[in-house]
């Protein structure tokens, strides 16, 4: 079966050929060669020719943080028609979206709302201040816009990627 | 000596603690709140109780509980660590009126040397420099606007009463005053209950460097320089001991300066002299004194083989000093690397989540003084400090290669860390030439290059695991015919 692996913005295509449940033959830039990944405690070693890599692995369905010689990496794994077809997809659904959503960049309390829904804003004008761990952070408007929609409160603790508020872009046109 | 001492703090610095005073035979407390129940720190001490809810208002910095914890535990001492309540006179006071030995400093010191503006005044008393700027409480804008065009821009605002970062904005011209004095004044009240701020000349090219000073009244010594410049957000995140590229005859100025402002302040225990250094200029100036047990003290322990938890002991039982000046000889080299719960290729914004998986460095030159375990949420409510690695080298270039390889061998899985940033300043031409300074971070480029190798492995090892997860390879041979059927068939 043919995988396609992305890592760090480059893409790499595998043949893998399954021998046990830990071992594989594989074949990857025009080189075949057996290889196994076992469980060893907490860690995972993955077992080349001439070679045994100590791994950390996390993440499971084709997300995975790995973690080789002091660096974390997120992989991701996908069969390669899979791949191809939600390629096509997204493509197809690409319609330009004219409201942005602002999100907590940080977990954190919300000390201060600035914007109120319907506020006119432009770029750099603040929206919420967030109190994290040690910092007031000024979160701002990353465009010119509307203020559509206000989702939390002051006082509120927040998770990271938690919906602030919307903008809309104001059309350009006259 | 003291013969039970509870530790008003929380994480790595508790345990750090809870561990000579065990090594001494002291008993210890520990206190947690409702975020830290069944905590690390809480198992390492002999005892423990729950002080409050998460916010460490209610909790960490709530000082009748924990003074009544401590007198309801039959303590005879109050370590409190760093952070907290640690710099607090009012908390010293109240412990010593409570009966009970503040492991720290006087009332007075604190007092004194933790008004940021009053222990300015006190090193230009004793003839040591201060940085430019000017010496007067900042209220309003006004003020600030006339005291801005004194000093020049690029300046620095700083709380009065500040420490950790807090309540500090670098402000680069007029248009930036405004809104920058509003949030350091409001960071000042929230951390410090004083909104009061000062403003100094900003310095781009500065070093920070730091004297460890240990003192029974009586003796003053100084354990060498640390240089603490790799900073984000004003905190560090790399320290190390000696600084590199000071000479003997500055080394020497500067410890001198330490121990001259220790003095004056009738200074007991263990503290810190912070000083900056003009790179440009190539002049030294006090910034401030932290009258406490510092996070980055492990440098200081690794180059001289002192205990410094151990003499602040000694000290507050009214003992004196076990050493002398002469017995603080550094040898080789030591660098601490902050282990965050921190996005480094996000701006090191904080990162909270469950430790999955925690693996600790080990072998010869490794110290690790760690806050967590695996299986132990990191929540929004505190420091992102995990742990501190520590390692030490015979010099500079093997303790930077060590620090390499125990940050291979240390793994977090659960939350971001900074360990993968700490591995690439260890790389850094900048860092290795020791030329480094405060702006270090503003300018490292998170190296995102894969060798071809290691995208190889990452591709085998993500693929086999994807592998594995789905249905298990049957080694029956008997279903070998059917086997042809199942999904991940070739």
Known sequence: MKYLIEVAGRQLEVQVSRQSQTEAVVEMREKRQGVELKRVGQNYVLLLEGRSIDLGISGQNGQYKIQLAGQEYEVHVERALLQKYKQFLKQAQSAAQSEEKIVAPMPGLILKIEAQPGQHVQAGDKLVIIDAMKMENEIRAPHDGIVEKVAVQEKQQVEKGALLCSIRRVSEEP | MLKKVLVANRGEIAIRIFRTCKELGIRTVAVYSEADRGALHTRFADEAFQIGPPPAAESYLQMEKIIGVAKGSNCDGIHPGYGFL?????????????????????????????????????????????????????????????????????????????????????????????????????????????????????????????????????????????????????????????????????????????????????????????????????????????????????????????????????????????????????????????????????????????????????????RVDQGISQGEHITPFYDPLMAKLIVWGENRVSAIERAKRALEEFRVFGVKTTIGFHHQAMDDALFRSGEYTTDFIKHFQPKRTLTDEELEMLALAAVLKHTQESVPFSTNSDSDASAWKRPDRV
């Open chain 2, 86 to 366: 640690s710099e607090n006179e009012d908390f010293a006071q109240a412990s010593e009126d409570a009966g009970l030995i503040f492991v720290g400093p006087s009332p007075e010191a604190i007092r004194l040397l933790g008004d940021k503006i009053a222990a300015r005044a006190l090193a230009q008393q004793n003839g040591v420099p201060t940085v430019p700027g000017v010496g007067q409480p900042i209220q309003d804008l006004l003020t600030a606007q006339k005291a801005a065009k004194e000093i020049g821009f690029p300046l620095l605002i700083k709380a009065a009463a500040g420490g950790g970062g807090k309540g500090m904005r670098v402000v680069q011209n007029e248009s930036e005053l405004k809104d920058a004095l509003t949030r350091a004044q409001s960071e000042a009240q929230a951390a410090f209950g004083d909104p009061t701020v000062f403003i100094e000349k900003f310095i781009p090219k500065a070093k920070h460097i730091e004297v460890q000073i240990l003192s029974d009244a009586k003796n003053f010594l100084y354990l060498g320089e640390r240089e603490c410049s790799v900073q984000r957000r004003h905190q560090k995140l790399i320290e190390e001991s000696p600084a590199p590229k000071l000479t003997q005859l500055l080394r020497d100025t500067i410890c001198e300066a330490a121990i001259k402002v220790a003095k004056a302040a009738r200074y007991k225990s263990a503290g810190t002299v912070e000083f900056l250094f003009d790179t440009e200029a190539q002049k030294f100036y006090f910034l401030e004194v932290n009258t406490r047990l510092q996070v980055e003290h492990p440098v200081t322990e690794m180059v001289t083989g002192i205990d410094i938890v151990k003499e602040q002991l000694r000290v507050a039982a009214g003992q004196t000093l076990s050493i002398t000046q002469s017995d603080v000889r550094p040898r080789g080299h030591a660098i601490e690397c902050r282990i965050c719960a921190e996005d480094f290729q996000d701006q090191f914004l904080p990162s909270t989540g469950f430790i999955e998986e925690l693996n600790l460095p080990t072998g010869p030159g490794v």
